[in-house]
């Protein structure tokens, strides 16, 4: 089973704005980029052609990994808006 049927199986409800954030700037100049592989839901993708960081929100599984892993704390982090995120469920 591959990550989007994994990742399918999750419930979550969809904020209307985003609760991870970056700045592209210091993507840029970053040469790891560790959140594109630590990230178990592969919220992060880097586009080499457009030197652009996509981070698909929506995808989050709300573990923190990439706040850790990223060694320039260039990662805001926060739990989503109320209702919003990971539906957790007991069983």
Request: hydrophobic share 30%.
């Amino acid at each position: 089973m591959n990550i989007n049927e994994r990742l399918a199986l999750v419930k979550f409800k969809k904020g209307k704005e985003s609760h991870l954030s970056a700045d592209h700037d210091v993507c840029m100049r970053c040469e790891k980029k560790y959140c594109t592989f630590i990230c178990p839901a592969d919220v992060y993708e880097w586009n080499e052609e457009k030197c652009l960081m996509t981070i698909r929100y929506e995808n989050c599984l709300e573990c923190g990994a990439c706040k850790i892993a990223c060694d320039k704390k260039n990662i805001v982090w926060n739990y989503p808006n109320a209702g919003d995120g990971v539906k957790y469920k007991n069983g």
